[in-house]
């Protein structure tokens, strides 16, 4: 009897793993040998899923031509464009195009850190904010400027050097009526600009 089976397909590129029990498979007998047909929820994911190493993005949307894997990711996508954000805080309203960017959100509110920097324990609210201060500590500097070279940790501090070269200042003081490459909050005028 084939009732109550596990089975696990293993992704060997990525080596991810996908669960099913026998309900989701369809064994046709040829002789004293099962062979499992993928049903086709499964072999849905599995197509989803092998998305990840070949690039395709069937998926495009139709005001900025930025293809996707997944048409889901296509809908929140499109949120951008459309300006709907159906999720909403209820502490303080703020609108966000999908659960997920709520969810870190919300952090604020709450105070949970729960990504911990194991040199420092600090804590953050994202994973990609973790990544970002351990380059402190590993002196990582992924991004590198065209024009000289010089290496930087995050992508924004790359695209504020970049405006030395460019001559661009996209800030302006309201107090001075003085223009800035860089914003940096702060109590003082002295403090917010540099």
Same mark, same amino acid.
């Given at each position: 009897?084939?009732?109550?089976?596990?089975?696990?397909?293993?992704?060997?590129?990525?080596?991810?793993?996908?669960?099913?029990?026998?309900?989701?498979?369809?064994?046709v007998v040829r002789g004293q040998v099962y062979i499992f047909e993928i049903?086709?929820?499964?072999?849905?994911?599995?197509?989803?899923?092998?998305?990840?190493? $070949?690039?395709?993005? &069937?998926? #495009? =949307?139709? @005001? /900025?031509?930025?293809? %996707? +894997? !997944? *048409?889901?990711?296509?809908?929140?996508?499109?949120?951008?464009?459309?300006?709907?954000?159906?999720?909403?805080?209820?502490?303080?309203?703020?609108?966000?195009?999908?659960?997920?960017?709520?969810?870190?959100h919300q952090r604020i509110h709450t105070g949970e850190k729960p990504f911990?920097?194991?040199?420092?324990?600090?804590?953050?609210?994202?994973?990609?904010?973790?990544?970002?201060?351990?380059?402190?500590? $590993?002196?990582?500097? &992924?991004? #590198? =400027?065209? @024009? /000289?070279?010089?290496? %930087? +940790? !995050? *992508?924004?501090?790359?695209?504020?050097?970049?405006?030395?070269?460019?001559?661009?200042?996209?800030?302006?003081?309201?107090?001075?009526?003085?223009?800035?490459?860089?914003?940096?909050?702060?109590?003082?005028?002295?403090?917010?600009?540099?």
């Amino acid at each position: 009897m084939l009732t109550n089976l596990v089975f696990v397909f293993i992704c060997v590129r990525a080596g991810s793993a996908f669960v099913r029990t026998s309900a989701f498979l369809q064994p046709v007998v040829r002789g004293q040998v099962y062979i499992f047909e993928i049903s086709p929820p499964l072999a849905s994911k599995l197509t989803r899923h092998q998305r990840i190493h $070949t690039g395709d993005k &069937p998926y #495009t =949307c139709t @005001v /900025c031509s930025q293809g %996707f +894997a !997944q *048409a889901s990711n296509l809908k929140i996508h499109q949120r951008i464009h459309t300006g709907e954000k159906p999720y909403s805080c209820k502490v303080c309203s703020k609108g966000f195009i999908n659960s997920s960017k709520l969810k870190i959100h919300q952090r604020i509110h709450t105070g949970e850190k729960p990504f911990t920097c194991k040199v420092r324990y600090k804590g953050f609210t994202t994973v990609s904010n973790l990544k970002i201060h351990q380059r402190l500590h $590993t002196g990582e500097k &992924p991004y #590198t =400027c065209k @024009v /000289c070279s010089k290496g %930087f +940790a !995050q *992508a924004s501090s790359l695209k504020n050097h970049q405006r030395m070269h460019t001559g661009e200042k996209p800030y302006t003081c309201s107090l001075f009526s003085r223009i800035f490459t860089s914003f940096i909050s702060g109590d003082s005028p002295e403090n917010t600009y540099r």
